[in-house]
């Protein structure tokens, strides 16, 4: 079982969708709006896994061949050419339910073969995916406030958890390596470098109420330095009587750190880790990662430690559970 509450098992399955739209955001990210006639309930931190090629093709057959000197002994474009065989995991970065069917928006970051198919799709092209999976992220009390850490292809979940928090007390910090790879749409000029006071500066966030603080690591937008400075500087000059509850999601140091920031503060922090993973279901074992282990869990007996799978058992962890 999950730390935080999931759709269930049993609601998971196999999913043709339709391209409705596949956008660019900034040099390398697109948004993919996925258009299904009906998909389960979904939740911010739950993910899909995505057939990044054409299925329709038959790689199964076997066949015979006459070899002749100079000629490929292999042939077939599963052997050719790259092919994205496995899976991609990918967070929602949103949901609609509109007349007719239900609308999914994915944001990815063009870094291969896969992710490579997923940028030349056109509207009305299909795509096969499996979900919902994973847990999702509890919401803080109604008179609680959130903030949102997300980095790189860490911040689709949190626009997605934006949405379920439009009207709430809550906060956004997002990082890149530079302005052209922040995958939101910037609408002011760009803040001080050195300014960590959240602005309506990302329309994503603006839309729901939720001011931001931006963060590249060259200055080129926003705050100079890494969005954990910038977080972390925010919480030392805060002067909030009750203590946040953080949410996070991104490469593996910068969560980390998130975590260390939240825990020598005593603040409640819940972690969507990022995992290489083949199935999505808990199958293949590929994406465990090490928690405290809690009282009457049987996983780790003997030890003060055992293995989860982030597919399953999360992502979303809390903090204070992870040992990294």
């Known amino acids: 079982m999950g730390l935080f509450p999931g759709a269930g098992h049993d609601l998971r399955g196999q999913y043709v969708a339709r391209v409705k739209a596949n956008v660019p955001l900034c040099r390398e990210h697109y948004r993919l709006v996925l258009s299904l006639d009906a998909f389960p309930p979904t939740g911010p931190g739950q993910f899909v896994q995505v057939a990044c090629r054409d299925l329709a093709g038959n790689f199964s057959p076997e066949t015979e061949m006459d070899w002749e000197p100079g000629r490929p002994w292999a ?42 198919w997923l940028a030349r799709l056109e509207t009305g092209d299909t795509v096969h995916i499996l979900g919902p999976l994973g847990n999702r992220f509890t919401l803080p009390p109604a008179d609680g406030v959130a903030i949102l850490v997300g980095g790189g292809v860490g911040i689709p979940p949190m626009l997605y958890l934006a949405e379920r928090l439009a009207g709430r007390r809550a906060a956004a910090f997002c990082g890149a390596l530079s302005s052209d790879l922040l995958p939101l749409t910037l609408t002011a000029a760009p803040p001080s470098p050195d300014a960590v006071e959240p602005v309506h500066v990302a329309a994503e966030f603006s839309i729901h109420g939720i001011p931001s603080v931006l963060t590249t690591d060259d200055g ?105």
């Open 75 to 116: 042939c077939g474009q599963e052997l050719m050419s790259p092919l994205g065989l496995l899976r991609r995991p990918f967070s929602l970065a949103g949901r609609r339910d509109v007349a007719g069917g239900v609308e999914l928006d994915l944001i990815h970051r063009v870094v291969g073969v896969g992710t490579g």
């Open 220 to 324: 080129s937008y926003g705050f100079r330095g890494f969005v954990t400075q910038a977080l972390e500087k925010y919480l030392d000059q805060s002067a909030s009587v009750r203590p946040p509850t953080l949410y996070t999601c991104g490469p593996e140091l910068m969560i980390k750190r998130v975590a260390q920031i939240a825990a020598d503060r005593g603040i409640e922090v819940q972690v969507a880790v990022e995992r290489a993973m083949a199935c999505g279901m808990g199958t293949c074992q590929s994406c465990v990662i090490r928690l405290k282990r809690q009282p009457n869990d049987p996983a780790g007996r003997g030890r003060d430690w055992g293995y989860k799978l982030a597919c399953t058992d999360g992502p979303v962890f809390r903090g204070a559970d992870l040992l990294w």
